[in-house]
């Protein structure tokens, strides 16, 4: 990983559907100067103010990640925000016309195909990153996310699922780019049972076979099937990275899911950065910078820097 932050080069502009809204929505990605990190901003409220991502800004975990309250929400954040982190973009202000980012093909490929067309800029500013120093494990019901001390980012996810189509998966996840370039494609799923009961409650009004896998109890309905045997399995991975990146920072660490989903993510989020002295050592490649010698920050930076080689 790069010591410096980095935004986009221009500002991009995309348009597209929200998944619950069934609304056209239209986006602006911006460059932003070092240390803004990632702010949302709808332009549809004259009352609504820029909201950073930071999980304590996390609103709803509810079958996606919103940030923000009121005026200011901005849900199904995901997705973006992975393009964000497997692309090493730091800075950001997302102007958005609507409180839900279009969900695109339901992965964060036209997201990342986008950031590459216009080019990544590195700034004159230095990155921090999250080292864990100690474990942390949560639950909720059958749900588990732990993350131990490593030298290396990875992910080891397992999925279970109540379907002949989808059951068991497994895989290890190395976050680096040529691993993310692998996984961004693979697309948000649902069994059509789930569909019609979303609908009912005024969910999911823009979801299609376009932008998403959706099966039945027997096989993939989509005319094309599925971009991978493990495509179900990498969209869980992908959902974790792009949750993740509300930290602020790469957290470094071996993390371990099993039946993952949003809210177990902000639980995890809120846990960590509510104790942060206690379970992570920040790693500021400035100080590094600074202070060569010092043992504590090399050791810290030679853990870190594995997370995107």
């Not at 929505?25 to 009352?47: K, Q, S, W, Y």
């Not at 991502?53 to 996390?58: E, G, L, S």
């Not at 969910?203 to 991978?228: M, Q």
């Amino acid at each position: 990983m790069d010591r410096y932050q980095s935004t986009l080069r221009s500002t991009v502009k995309i348009s597209g559907i929200g998944l619950h809204s069934g609304r056209e929505v239209r986006l602006e990605v911006c460059p932003a100067d070092v240390g803004t990190g990632i702010v949302f901003l709808r332009t549809d409220h004259a009352n609504a103010i820029p909201v950073p991502c930071h999980p304590h800004n996390i609103s709803n975990s509810e079958l996606s990640t919103t940030i923000g309250m009121d005026d200011s929400k901005v849900s199904t954040i995901e997705h973006l925000m992975a393009a964000f982190a497997g692309l090493g973009i730091d800075n950001a202000l997302v102007k958005i016309n609507a409180s839900e980012i279009p969900i695109m093909d339901g992965s964060a490929s036209p997201f990342v195909e986008r950031f590459l067309q216009v080019g990544i800029e590195k700034q004159n500013g230095f990155r921090k990153l999250f080292v864990l120093k100690k474990a942390l494990e949560v639950r909720i019901g059958e749900s588990l996310m732990r993350v131990e001390p490593a030298r290396k980012t990875t992910i080891t996810c397992e999925i279970d699922f109540n379907s002949g189509v989808i059951g068991k998966q497994s895989m290890e996840f190395h976050f680096n780019r040529i691993g993310f370039m692998s996984l961004c494609d693979s697309r948000t799923f649902c069994h059509i049972r789930d569909v019609e009961a979303m609908r009912k409650v005024g969910l999911a009004l823009g979801g299609t076979l376009d932008n998403a896998v959706v099966v039945n109890d027997d096989a993939v309905i989509n005319e094309g099937g599925l971009r991978s045997s493990d495509e179900f399995v990498k969209h869980k991975i992908l959902d974790c990275v792009g949750d993740l990146a509300v930290l602020g920072a790469p957290l470094v660490g071996k993390i371990i899911l099993n039946r993952p989903g949003h809210a177990l993510h902000a639980k995890f989020m809120k846990e960590l950065v509510n104790n942060m002295e206690e379970y992570i050592t920040v790693v500021d490649y400035e100080e590094v910078e600074k202070k060569p010698a010092v043992t504590e920050f090399m050791s810290s930076l030679a853990a870190a820097a594995a997370i995107m080689n």
